[in-house]
């Protein structure tokens, strides 16, 4: 059974940082490229970063680039994201995805909320 569990997620304020951690298991993590996905309050699902099987970040979103890092372990099936600089847009459910197409798997998310 696939599971996707993130955890990290919180309440900081502007200019802080968080980071992200989602545990895999179920299929073989390392072969797979994975993703980072947020769901901001009244609007739809955005990828906003992936990276490869071997760790190598592929895409990130423009409005994160530069302030957001994924990174992964493959010894411990765990998918990082760092998060500095945050800003209030950021506020968000943050998705831990295993991209096989039509199905695709998805954790329970984690919240992040960035507020004064």
């Known amino acids: 059974q696939v599971q996707l569990v993130e955890s990290g997620g919180g309440l900081v304020q502007p200019g802080g940082s968080l980071r992200l951690s989602c545990i895999a298991s179920g299929f073989s993590f390392k072969t797979w490229a994975m993703d980072w996905y947020r769901q901001a309050p009244g609007k739809g699902r955005e990828l906003g970063a992936t990276i490869s099987s071997t760790g190598r970040p592929t895409y990130y979103k423009d409005s994160v680039k530069d302030r957001f890092t994924s990174s992964r372990d493959n010894t411990k099936n765990t998918l990082y994201l760092q998060m500095d600089s945050l800003k209030v847009e950021d506020t968000a459910v943050y998705y831990c995805?295993?991209?096989?197409?039509?199905?695709?798997?998805w954790g329970q998310g984690t919240q992040v909320t960035v507020s004064p």
């Open positions: 995805v295993w991209p096989i197409g039509s199905q695709n798997h």
